[in-house]
């Protein structure tokens, strides 16, 4: 199966760098047929310059604003039957495409699988207020998608889906521009596949929003536009700040 790779960037100059390094190393390793498109989405720093200086790695430019805007474009893209979601602020560590390779041969009802994020730069503490998040989401999860049936959890910026079954209910909504968006490709792929999130695809990425914003605050806005999302097919939330190394 090919995997394709789309990172949207905007002003990403300080995180892009190793984020292309981590999924270009691992294309290399395991010699999986790959493509990575990064989405240039309106940026005005360097995230461009550095991105075209990564083999193998092609950029496109979505002038329009916004995360889910990007995804779009970059499946628009991209050719792969396996999409794959990161952030530019993410890492991928060792293992991570043999282990969504592996799910998605073994299981060809599965339609989507995610993971959960290791915040590298956060203090212990902050680490395992997270942690302690998501072993409290997890029951809800397993609950949404096995007993009522209405939808499951993604996390964004860790998630791969089959191309065909996206396509099949309608792709991204582009009203959605931020929160949410991860819980719509949830709920709508859940009716044509199995949707799995599961601990064994951790996702190392930047806290820089948990930090900023503070991790309880942030984890209930997201908790709200979950079950805004998951019961009532739109988010909240319709703003959302850009938060960026200083």
Request: glycine share 8%.
């Given at each position: ?67 889910v805007h ?110 949410g968006e ?54 909240v939330s ?9």
């Amino acid at each position: 199966m090919k995997l394709a790779f789309v990172i949207p960037a905007h002003n990403e100059e300080a995180l892009i760098g190793q984020c292309l390094a981590a999924v270009t190393q691992q294309v290399r390793q395991t010699g999986c047929d790959a493509e990575i498109v990064v989405v240039n989405n309106a940026s005005s720093d360097r995230t461009k310059e550095i991105a075209e200086g990564f083999e193998g790695v092609r950029v496109v430019d979505e002038p329009q604003k916004g995360l889910v805007h990007a995804r779009d474009r970059g499946l628009a893209e991209t050719t792969g039957e396996l999409v794959a979601n990161l952030d530019a602020d993410t890492i991928l560590p060792p293992g991570w495409i043999a282990t969504v390779l592996s799910e998605f041969e073994r299981d060809p009802k599965l339609v989507a699988l995610s993971g959960p994020f290791i915040y590298y730069d956060l203090t212990r503490r902050q680490q395992a207020l997270v942690r302690a998040f998501y072993w409290a989401a997890y029951p809800i999860y397993l609950m949404n998608r096995h007993v009522l049936k209405v939808g499951s959890m993604i996390q964004g910026g860790n998630f791969v889906f089959r191309r065909d079954a996206w396509l099949s209910v309608g792709g991204y909504d582009r009203s959605i521009l931020f929160y949410g968006e991860d819980t719509d490709v949830a709920r709508r792929l859940s009716k044509v596949g199995a949707v799995k999130w599961t601990f064994e695809l951790p996702m190392h990425t930047s806290g820089r929003r948990l930090a900023e914003e503070g991790i309880v605050t942030t984890g209930v806005r997201y908790v709200v536009n979950y079950f805004a999302v998951t019961f009532g097919g739109k988010p909240v939330s319709k703003t959302y700040n850009d938060i960026r190394p200083k």
